[in-house]
């Protein structure tokens, strides 16, 4: 579908925050000279075709006790889909990505708390006889992904 | 911060999204048999603690025509990542920035920043723009695309009570 400036100021606009108020369309509408209706229109026709994956709050997981980390290990080419169906049958493994670097296999993994975490990384390393690196997140620098207006 | 039975309730309620109608709020109020500003007050301190990140909308890149991707790696002086990480993760093209430690000597990059682009091409002139931006503040840096998904599962909470 082709996004108007319009469409695009919507989605730079809604990316930074959406107010808690009774009428929260009619209220971003006016900032963009918009009524709520029209406003209502444009998301749901970008969200039917596909131009917006999800609207509504992002909940941090960790702050509810859950807990993540990047991990990511050097997997020798030959041993690459024994490793994969090892790593991947681990329920916290949340999601598996190969990748262009020595360190090849990139997974995220997910527990309901921060100490399962070292256990399920040091099982995997047990499991395969390879290093886990982990990479847990330390700090966020988040402003947004911008779409040219 | 503790999240309660009726906090539960609310995400369960809202992590797939909020209705587009002119009052969403009163909307998913009255799915729970709740008060508009009860659940209103509740997602404001979701909100305040972090519980909430933002209310916000989700750009689908692939349909915004930005279908390629890597994640840049930096090693940036530790005194002054906060500044450069600041930085990087305004520049309209960074979706996701972070500080991470590094794992050495297997690994000495500290910064992480997926880069988007409407080719491989773009993506590669926009990690030079961002060396250019760190100049000699950043030591080393790479780019890590990805070939292959290998599992791809929804982080989504689990319902649970309490």
């Known amino acids: 579908m082709t996004l108007d400036a319009m469409d695009r100021r919507i989605l730079n606009r809604l990316q930074e925050g959406f107010p808690i108020v009774p009428h929260p369309f009619e209220a971003v509408g006016a900032e ?10 444009r998301l749901e026709r970008m969200q039917a075709e596909g131009v917006i994956t999800r609207f509504g709050p992002f909940y941090d997981a960790e702050a509810m006790g859950g807990a993540f980390c990047l991990c990511a290990m050097a997997v020798p080419e030959a041993e690459f889909d024994a490793v994969v169906t090892k790593v991947n049958a681990r329920p916290e493994v949340a999601h598996n990505y190969q990748r262009t670097h020595r360190l090849n296999m990139w997974f995220v993994l997910a527990t309901e708390t921060e100490g399962e975490i ?28 911008r779409v040219a207006a | 911060m503790t999240i309660d039975a009726t906090d539960r309730r609310i995400i369960a309620a809202t992590q797939g999204g909020l209705p587009l109608v002119p009052a969403p709020y009163a909307a998913v109020a009255a799915g729970l048999g709740m008060k508009e500003d009860v659940l209103c007050a509740r997602l404001r301190e979701m909100q305040a603690q972090g519980v909430i990140r933002r209310i916000a909308v989700a750009p689908n890149h692939y349909a915004l025509g930005m279908v390629a991707n890597g994640m840049s790696v930096w090693d940036v002086e530790d005194g ?23 794992a050495l000597p297997a690994w000495r990059y500290n910064l992480f920043a997926m880069i988007h682009g409407a080719s491989r091409e773009a993506v590669e002139d926009k990690r030079q723009a961002i060396a250019a931006l760190l100049g ?5 840096h790479d780019i890590l695309y990805s070939t292959r998904i290998l599992k791809k599962t929804g982080l989504r909470l689990r319902p649970k009570e309490g």
């Open chain 2, 136 to 140: 000699p503040a950043c030591r080393a």
């Open chain 2, 80 to 102: 002054q990542i906060a500044e450069l990480g600041t930085l990087v993760g305004a520049l309209d093209y960074v979706s996701h920035c972070y500080e991470r430690p590094r």
């Open chain 1, 118 to 145: 070292a256990g399920v990384a040091s099982e995997l390393e047990r499991e395969t006889g390879l290093r886990v690196h982990r990479f847990p997140k330390l700090r966020e620098f988040f402003i947004g992904f």
């Open chain 1, 32 to 41: 963009l000279g918009l009524s709520g209706c029209d406003l209502v229109a």
